[in-house]
C-alpha cells in the first residue's frame, strides 16, 4: 500500500484562514444568514452613529417637539424636540457596548471553569456545581439593584452586576458537555499520547463543547439588551440625559397615547436586534452545522 | 528481564468498603519484541487490564493491588510529570473505535503534528513534514492531500490506520491495541493487521493485543492469555493453548468458534449458563463453576493458581483435562465463516 513517490510536503488546499472563514460561513443555513445581516447592519449603524445620525442625540428644539415620523425625523421627535432616530443610534451604540462586554466576559470565564470541573470531577466538580446551581437560584433584578445601591445608579452597577450570575449558566452548559466528552476514545487517546491535562481540557476538549455556549450567548445577548432595557425603564440604568433604549421606552411611555411613536419605535428596534440574533443562534444550534462532529 | 510484567492486579470498583473487583490477581509478562494476545468475553476485564498499563482507569474505578513493572519501572508508582513521558513514548495504545478515537476539529495532519511536537520535540514545520511521512508509512494513499482532511472525511479502516500513526509516531517498544478491529468490516481487519505485523518488524516493537477473535490472535501472537470473569484461566505459546487447551473455558470457548469445514452436522457448542457473572458475585472457587460442564464440588474451593509454576503453558484448573478434541486452527480472520 505504500505509496511509490517520496511525500510531498504539505502544500496542497493551504487555503487562507479568511478564505476558509467565508467558505465556511457560507455553509451555514440561511437563517443564520438573514440574521448576521440584521446584526452587521444594526451594529454598523451603532458604530458610525456620529455620521449616520441626522441631529445630535441632545440637541433641543422645543419648536419641534412631538414631531410624527416625517422624512426629516424619520422616527419623529420626543416632547423636548430630540430626533427619535438620531437617539436610537446613539443608544444602541451605548447598549451594544455594554451588552456584548457582559456577555463576552462571562462566557469565557465560564466556559473555562465548567470544562475544568467536568473533566477533573469529584471534589472540584462538586464544589462548582453547588456554587453554580447557587448562582441560577439568585433572583437577577435583585441583586442588580444591591449593586446599583452600592454603586450607584448607571452603567457600572450592570457591568458588575451580570457577569457575577451569568457566567453561571455557560458553566453549567460547559460541564455538562465535558461529562459527555471525557468518555469519547479521543480524550482517552490525549491521556495515552502524553499530552498534559491542560492540552487535553483546552486544545481538545473545549472546542468540542463551545457550541451550545455559543447558541446560548445569542439568547443571553438578548436577554441582557432586554435587562439592560429594563433596568433603564425602572431607573437603574442609564441616567439622563444618556440615550438608551429602555430610558427612550420609558420616557416615551408617559405619551403613547398622543405620540404614540416614542416608546413604539424604540422598541421595535429591540425586536429586530432580538429577530436577528435569535437567527443567528437557531441557524448555529441546526444539525447541519454538526458536519465536522459527526 | 521481561519488558512488561504485571503482577497481582487487582481492579475495583464501587466503595471502598464493598468493593466490585472486576479485576482479579491478574498476572502476565511480555518480554521484548513479543506479541501476547489478551482474549476473553465482554466483561472478562481484558480491555480494563491493558488500560491499566497506561494508567487509564479512571475514577470510579482503582488499582488496589498488584504491581506492573515495564522495562524495571513500577508504573503504579509514577508521578505524574513521569507519566507524561512514559505514555506515548515507551507504550503506545490504539482504541477500538476509530470513529470517536480522533478528534473532530482538527485535520488529522495537524493532530497527528501535535503529537510529534509533544513526544518528539519537532519544530512545528519539521512536525507538519513528518506527520505527512507517517500517514504515507501507514498506507494512507495521497497523503499529503489525506493530512488535510477531517477524521469525518476518512473511512472506519483509513482512521484505524491514522490512529496507529499516532501511536507509533514516538517509536515506543510496546504497543496496547485494545480489540484494534473490531469496529471494523472483515477485508478492513486484515489490512489492518497486517499493518499491525509491519510495524512491528519494522521497529521491534512488542504487542498486547486485545481481542475476543480467536482468528486475529491466532493470526498474529506469540503467546496467548485467557481471561473469563476478571480472572487469567489460562495462558501459555499459541499453538500449546489450541491444539490441548487445558482449562474448560478455553475448551469450550475454542469449540464455540465455528468453522467452514463442519457444514451442517456441526453446530456451535455454545458455552452453557448464559452471561459471564457479575463483578463481586464469586467470591470463592472457580469463576467458571456456574457454567462449567465438568464442575465438581471441589470447584468451589479452588485458589485458581496458575498451574504449573514456571510453565509455559500454565491453567487455573487443577483437574487433568477430559475429553480434549484436537481443534483446527480457525483460518478465518474476524471470527466469520
Given at each position: 500500500m505504500r505509496a511509490t513517490q517520496p511525500p510531498v510536503p504539505v502544500a496542497v488546499e493551504q487555503k487562507s484562514f479568511v478564505l476558509r472563514a467565508v467558505t465556511s460561513v457560507r455553509e451555514l443555513p440561511r437563517s443564520v444568514h438573514i440574521g448576521l445581516v440584521i446584526v452587521i447592519i444594526m451594529v454598523f449603524a451603532a458604530v458610525f452613529a456620529p455620521l449616520l445620525a441626522p441631529y445630535g442625540p441632545d440637541d433641543l428644539n422645543f419648536g419641534a417637539s412631538l414631531l410624527p415620523p416625517s422624512p426629516a425625523h424619520l422616527m419623529g421627535t420626543d416632547e423636548n424636540g430630540r430626533d427619535l432616530f438620531s437617539r436610537c443610534l446613539y443608544a444602541l451604540r451605548l447598549d451594544f457596548l455594554v451588552v456584548f462586554f457582559v456577555t463576552y466576559v462571562s462566557l469565557p470565564f465560564g466556559v473555562v471553569v465548567g470544562a475544568v470541573a467536568g473533566y477533573c470531577g469529584r471534589?472540584?466538580?462538586?464544589?462548582?456545581?453547588?456554587?453554580?446551581?447557587?448562582?441560577?437560584?439568585?433572583?437577577?433584578?435583585?441583586?442588580?439593584?444591591?449593586?446599583?445601591?452600592?454603586?450607584?445608579?448607571?452603567?457600572?452597577?450592570?457591568?458588575?452586576?451580570?457577569?457575577?450570575?451569568?457566567?453561571?449558566?455557560?458553566?453549567?452548559l460547559a460541564r455538562s458537555e465535558m461529562l459527555v466528552l471525557r468518555e469519547l476514545a479521543y480524550m482517552d487517546a490525549c491521556i495515552a499520547l502524553g499530552f498534559s491535562r491542560f492540552r487535553t481540557i483546552f486544545r481538545h476538549g473545549v472546542p468540542n463543547l463551545l457550541r451550545s455556549?455559543?447558541?446560548?450567548?445569542?439568547?443571553d445577548l438578548m436577554g441582557n439588551l432586554l435587562l439592560l432595557a429594563g433596568l433603564s425603564f425602572l431607573g437603574l440604568g442609564a441616567q439622563p440625559p444618556q440615550s438608551e433604549l429602555g430610558a427612550i421606552?420609558?420616557?416615551?411611555?408617559?405619551?403613547?397615547?398622543?405620540?404614540?411613536?416614542?416608546?413604539?419605535?424604540?422598541?421595535?428596534?429591540?425586536?429586530?436586534?432580538g429577530i436577528g440574533v435569535g437567527m443567528v443562534g437557531e441557524g448555529l444550534s441546526d444539525g447541519r452545522v454538526a458536519g465536522r462532529s459527526a | 528481564m521481561s519488558l512488561l510484567t504485571v503482577d497481582s492486579l487487582r481492579i475495583e470498583f464501587g466503595p471502598t468498603s464493598n468493593p466490585l473487583t472486576a479485576v482479579d490477581r491478574v498476572g502476565f509478562s511480555i518480554e521484548a519484541g513479543e506479541v501476547v494476545g489478551l482474549i476473553g468475553e465482554s466483561g472478562s476485564g481484558k480491555s480494563l487490564t491493558s488500560r491499566a498499563?497506561?494508567?487509564?482507569?479512571?475514577?470510579?474505578?482503582?488499582?488496589?493491588?498488584?504491581?506492573?513493572?515495564?522495562?524495571?519501572?513500577?508504573?503504579?508508582?509514577?508521578?505524574?510529570?513521569?507519566?507524561?513521558?512514559?505514555?506515548?513514548?515507551?507504550?503506545?495504545?490504539?482504541?477500538?473505535?476509530?470513529?470517536?478515537?480522533?478528534?473532530?476539529?482538527?485535520?488529522?495532519?495537524?493532530?497527528?503534528?501535535?503529537?510529534?511536537?509533544?513526544?518528539?520535540?519537532?519544530?512545528?514545520?519539521?512536525?507538519?513534514?513528518?506527520?505527512?511521512?507517517?500517514?504515507?508509512?501507514?498506507?494512507?494513499?495521497d497523503a499529503p492531500r489525506r493530512a488535510m482532511s477531517y477524521p469525518h472525511e476518512l473511512s472506519g479502516g483509513m482512521r484505524q490506520r491514522v490512529m496507529i500513526a499516532f501511536a507509533t509516531a514516538a517509536k515506543p517498544r510496546l504497543l496496547l491495541a485494545d480489540e484494534p478491529t473490531t469496529a471494523l468490516d472483515v477485508t478492513t481487519q486484515k489490512q489492518i493487521l497486517t499493518l499491525l505485523s509491519d510495524m512491528r518488524h519494522d521497529n521491534t516493537m512488542a504487542m498486547l493485543l486485545v481481542s475476543h477473535d480467536f482468528g486475529v490472535i491466532a493470526q498474529m501472537c506469540d503467546r496467548v492469555v485467557v481471561m473469563y470473569g476478571g480472572r487469567i484461566v489460562e495462558s501459555g505459546q499459541i499453538l500449546d493453548v489450541y491444539e490441548s487447551p487445558r482449562h474448560p473455558y478455553t475448551k469450550t470457548l475454542l469449540a464455540s468458534v465455528p468453522h467452514l469445514e463442519v457444514g451442517e452436522r456441526g453446530r456451535r457448542r455454545l458455552?452453557?449458563?448464559?452471561?459471564?457473572?457479575?463483578?463481586?458475585?464469586?467470591?470463592?472457587?472457580?469463576v467458571f463453576t456456574p457454567r462449567c460442564s465438568q464442575s465438581r464440588e471441589e470447584c468451589t474451593r479452588v485458589s485458581m493458581t496458575l498451574e504449573p509454576?514456571?510453565?509455559?503453558?500454565?491453567?487455573?484448573?487443577?483437574?487433568?483435562?477430559?475429553?480434549?478434541?484436537?481443534?483446527?486452527?480457525?483460518?478465518?480472520?474476524?471470527?466469520?465463516?
Open positions: 471534589a472540584a466538580d462538586s464544589v462548582i456545581a453547588r456554587v453554580t446551581d447557587i448562582m441560577v437560584a439568585v433572583p437577577f433584578l435583585v441583586l442588580v439593584a444591591a449593586v446599583v445601591a452600592v454603586v450607584g445608579p448607571g452603567m457600572t452597577g450592570v457591568l458588575i452586576a451580570v457577569p457575577i450570575i451569568s457566567w453561571a449558566m455557560y458553566a453549567r455556549s455559543l447558541v446560548f450567548s445569542t439568547v421606552i420609558a420616557d416615551g411611555q408617559s405619551y403613547i397615547l398622543t405620540a404614540w411613536w416614542l416608546a413604539t419605535l424604540p422598541g421595535l428596534v429591540l425586536v429586530l436586534f | 498499563i497506561m494508567r487509564l482507569v479512571s475514577y470510579p474505578g482503582r488499582i488496589t493491588d498488584g504491581s506492573i513493572i515495564f522495562d524495571g519501572r513500577s508504573i503504579l508508582e509514577m508521578s505524574p510529570r513521569e507519566l507524561r513521558d512514559f505514555r506515548a513514548r515507551d507504550v503506545g495504545m490504539i482504541f477500538q473505535d476509530p470513529f470517536s478515537s480522533l478528534n473532530p476539529v482538527y485535520r488529522v495532519g495537524a493532530q497527528l503534528a501535535e503529537t510529534l511536537r509533544v513526544n518528539a520535540g519537532l519544530s512545528r514545520r519539521a512536525a507538519r513534514n513528518t506527520a505527512v511521512e507517517l500517514l504515507d508509512s501507514v498506507g494512507i494513499p458455552i452453557p449458563g448464559g452471561q459471564p457473572p457479575q463483578p463481586g458475585t464469586i467470591q470463592q472457587g472457580c509454576p514456571d510453565s509455559l503453558h500454565q491453567s487455573a484448573c487443577p483437574f487433568e483435562p477430559t475429553s480434549v478434541e484436537p481443534m483446527p486452527l480457525p483460518l478465518v480472520i474476524g471470527g466469520v465463516t
